[in-house]
């Protein structure tokens, strides 16, 4: 069979992906910036400047204007970076360092705790989210932070931030947020807590996933300079004297698309699309259970939806992106790029494939 080449920009049939098109005027900045090095700050300059406008524009996002951080690779860099300020704040020549994380954290808590040397400590969800009393179980005088998820990669659900940073507290550790997906949605939904409403020291938040920048844009926020001068290294050659990002050269590219993203979206046109994927989310959920498949009702906007394998594959080989949760559910990620014509023919391959 003659293999179709997929157009790598083409998300016509893609369900699966946290990443999307991103808006045009995001695409346009990528494109200008691409060979400018926010590395360097020194020589160059502009795009040093669009770095601080980022980040005070996602202050405008999590409720504190005048947040600390910087534009990451991904929600990777910023959940290590978070645990290495954890880490680096409270270290000690004798114990070993934890950090707890209710189960559904991302897989990036194991790599930074393969790569910093600390213990990783996973507590049992209850209804898809943490359960605080396995979570407190879970802490004692050597956890250096306590991570909430705000939207799980899997099912989308957010945990009980405020609740999690009142833990953290009692034990003098640090409580990160990992809203790597959920972030830009949060602020319209019940989930209404912020920097400025709850006891939160760092934040992951990614422009390139629902905040419609291109990739590489992630973002690590902290409540204030303190926090993130725990990861400065001293940079002898360059015109800056210190750099707090985990990669050195990194490109403009992220940089300049989240600002342009943030600017053209922030926060009317984020509303409008998560209401719209929302109600979306609903009616796939809706005409999914029509066809007798087990859903896990959508909190934001992630439908998971027990399929056969053999529907998979079939939808696949129809050109459907999908992916599956751990327990083999097939997982739709409403991003933005997820329309209604698109899951109105998704619905019309199901009954096509059933009718065969
Ligand atoms: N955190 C959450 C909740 C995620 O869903 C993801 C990716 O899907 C990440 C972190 C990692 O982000 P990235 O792939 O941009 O490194």
Known sequence: MQRVERNPQDFGRVLSSMCTRPH?????????????????????ETVASLERRAVDLL????????VAGYVASGGTEANIQAV????????????????VVPQHAHFSFW??????????????????????????????EDTVAVVGVAGSTEYG????????????????????????????VLPFTSFDWNFASADIDTMTIDPHKLGQAAVPAGGLLARGPELLDELAIDTPYLESTSQVTLTGTRS??????????????????YREQYYESQADAEWLTAKLRARGFDVVPPVLPIVAADMPDRLMDTLRDRGWRLSRTGRDEARVVLMPHVDRAMLREFVDDIDEVFAE
């Open 252 to 269: 403009g590219a992220g940089v300049a698309s989240a600002v342009a993203a943030m600017e053209a979206l922030w926060p009317d046109g």
């Open 157 to 184: 659900r957010v945990d009980d931030i405020p609740a999690l940073a009142d833990l953290a507290d009692d034990v003098g550790a640090l409580c990160h947020v990992d809203a790597a997906w959920g972030g830009f």
């Open 59 to 66: 202050g405008g996002v999590v409720g504190l204007p005048d």
């Open 24 to 44: 045009p005027a995001a695409r346009d900045a990528a494109e200008r910036f691409l060979a400018t090095n926010p590395g360097d700050p020194g020589t160059y």
């Open 111 to 140: 790599k930074a705790a393969d790569v910093l040397g600390v213990e990783l400590r996973t507590a049992p969800l209850s209804d898809y989210t943490a359960n605080l009393e396995a979570v407190k179980e879970q802490i004692d």
């Open 84 to 99: 290495r300020i954890a880490r680096n704040r409270f270290e000690t020549d004798t114990r070993t360092p934890n950090v």
